[in-house]
């Protein structure tokens, strides 16, 4: 293995300082396991911080404590975020009790899930970390690769109107997930507390001592629905379905969502489309794209290591090339994909295979307080299968006929019905965390959702608009986890209160947003957003979406599109 990766080790002097901790962690172990066992501090040293996000687990502090500890003299509130690895969302009612149970013993915040299809649980405590690994093994789940230089967790879309090819999806998801986790045994040693021999020439066969220069993002979608924003991920397979049949895959490379407002070199990108690929082939060709970004993508300037930028640095006619050299043979054409939203269908649906699905608009993805007990007294007599959105919200699967009058009647007695059927706007919108725990927020996000969106649905109100969907999406800074810049209507924090407005994405997920006021304020931003659907109430064509409309008629050309300031 280290023929294999010298041409990388030749020049780690050269490299990011990040590249060094990894070098010299001992695949991932460093100095975790006494840092974890220390009682003077809730944190643990700095680049156990960085090799702890390879195990899924980020350290945080609540940020609305920081002034009135530091004034005291305290340590930061050191609390951590730990993220599953759940490929493709899919879990078993036993799993979701279990979960359920750990954020009761170990978390402050309940559970959350995320965009990427996921639950977080946020405010754990040092003490606990292991307690929490090991209550999640015990239901068959981990946190390896949910975070780190490495592949993250695999997403899914999924479409009940064709069941059995959603789950022959799936299934490829999950093995793909598989395939391109670390395998490196620093995880059930430290956190299971397992003994076993470390051989380090095969401790990582694909990622080497090194890993990746950045995350790197795979997603799986069935059409017509874009769930799972497919042109936001570094590569993304498209399934193509004809006569009920899943042929294969449509590739797509080079999306990613993170931008550094700072820098002029740093930009949110869409995927391409690149050709296609047989069913069978889905998983080796990611490991193969990985593997090409593993050795090409920047490991000097961490900002521009994300696969997207080795794309365009080095050029699309490249990596093709690059491809079919490592493949074997040239990719075959493409076929022709039309996709018709990129939200969830909430509400019940039934599959062609009789089983119903019911989804609950889960706002922020955020489960705590009452709705955790709502769902907890549900699952008691509740027989189907779990599956989370990348659009923050929960769906009932595997629902028979027989079933389906009781579970009614069940969610209506525990006040869970109206989670179906929630505000048209709400169902389209999501938001990342943001403040008090992430630390690279600038502003509210999660905390301020509930606050805007009235104000937002009230101006839809106001012009009649209230049964068009707009994908509105909330970030407390431009890293783009809640997929901001492919949005209709986009807010991304700068400061707290001011955020940087993006309009015009499309309704599908697959055109980019364009920066239309930067460091406004919430009055700016609703009397933009005032006057455009005035607007489009008087102009906009028949059943023309509101991000089409305002590329057509608004954001033309950067005369048509000025960038404001507060």
């Known amino acids: 293995m280290a023929d294999k990766f010298t041409h990388l080790l030749d020049r780690l002097e050269q490299f990011n300082s990040n590249e060094v901790v990894k070098y010299e962690s001992n695949y991932l172990r460093g100095t975790i396991d006494a840092g974890l066992k220390d009682p003077v501090t809730g944190s643990v040293p700095f680049n156990d911080t960085l090799l702890l996000k390879f ?10 404590l920081r002034a009135e500890r530091q004034h005291r003299f305290l340590e930061p509130n050191y609390q951590f975020m730990v993220r599953v690895r759940i490929p493709g969302g899919l879990l078993t009612k036993q799993q979701w009790i279990g979960l359920d149970d750990i954020s009761r013993k170990y978390a402050e915040r309940g559970l959350r899930i995320t965009t990427r299809q996921t639950i977080q649980f946020h405010g754990i405590r040092k003490g606990n970390m292991k307690k929490c690994m090991q209550a999640l093994r015990n239901i068959g789940l981990d946190t390896i690769a949910a975070c780190g230089d490495d ?13 059995a090819i959603a789950r022959k999806v799936q299934e490829i998801a999950r093995h793909t997930s598989q395939r391109l ?26 990622y080497g001592p090194l890993y990746l220069p950045r995350k790197f993002k795979v997603g799986f979608v069935v059409p017509p629905t874009n769930d799972i924003d497919v042109y936001g991920q570094d590569v993304g397979f498209i399934a193509i379905v004809q006569n009920n049949k899943l042929l294969g895959f449509n590739l797509c490379v080079g999306g990613g969502m993170g931008q550094i407002d700072a820098r002029e070199d740093s930009y949110p990108r869409l995927a391409q489309e690149i050709g296609f690929v047989q069913t069978e082939e889905a998983t080796e060709v990611a490991e193969i794209i990985m593997g090409i970004q593993r050795d090409y993508g920047d490991r000097q300037d961490r900002h521009q290591a ?23 043979k040239p990719l075959a054409a493409a076929f022709p994909v039309k996709f018709t939203k990129n939200g ?28 955790r007990d709502q769902l907890a007294a549900l699952l008691q007599q509740y027989e189907g299968g779990i599956r989370l959105t990348t659009n923050q919200n929960l769906q009932l ?71 068009l969907p707009i994908t509105l999406r909330i970030t407390g800074c431009p890293n783009g986890c809640a997929r901001p810049y492919i949005a209709e209507v986009a807010l991304t924090g700068r400061a707290p209160g001011l955020y940087n407005l993006y309009l015009g994405g499309s309704h599908t997920g697959n055109r980019m947003a364009k920066l239309y006021a930067k460091n406004v304020n919430e009055m700016k931003i609703l009397t933009i957003l005032n006057d455009l659907m005035q607007r489009y109430k008087l102009l906009a064509d028949s059943d023309e979406k509101f991000g089409d409309f305002l590329v057509r008629t608004t954001l033309l050309d950067e005369a048509a599109a000025p960038v404001e300031h507060a």
């Not at 195990?55 to 609305?64: A, P, T």
């Not at 993250?152 to 999924?158: E, S, T």
């Open 397 to 467: 699967t595997d629902i028979h006929d027989y079933a389906l009058p009781h579970l009614k009647i069940r969610l209506e007695d525990l006040g869970l019905d109206t989670l179906l059927k929630p505000n048209l706007q709400a169902a389209y919108t999501i938001s990342c965390v943001a403040l008090p725990t992430c630390g690279l927020a600038m502003a509210e996000a999660e905390r301020y959702l509930p606050e805007f969106l009235p104000k937002f649905n009230q101006i839809k109100a106001k012009y009649g608009l209230e049964k």
């Open 151 to 163: 592949s993250r967790g695999v997403v899914c879309g999924g479409n009940p109107m064709i069941s």
């Open 55 to 64: 195990h899924g687990i980020y350290q945080q502090d609540d940020r609305d």
């Open 306 to 328: 994300r696969f997207k930028y080795t794309l365009d640095r080095l050029g699309m006619p490249w990596f093709l090339d690059e491809l079919q050299k490592r493949r074997g």
């Open 181 to 206: 986790i670390p395998k490196t045994g620093a995880y059930p040693e430290i956190w299971y507390e397992e003994s076993r021999p470390v051989q380090p020439v095969d401790a990582e066969p694909m």
């Open 344 to 371: 969830d269908d909430i509400g019940w649906q039934c599959g062609d295979d009789g089983l119903w699905q019911g989804t609950l608009y889960i706002e922020s993805g955020r489960v705590n307080g009452a709705l």
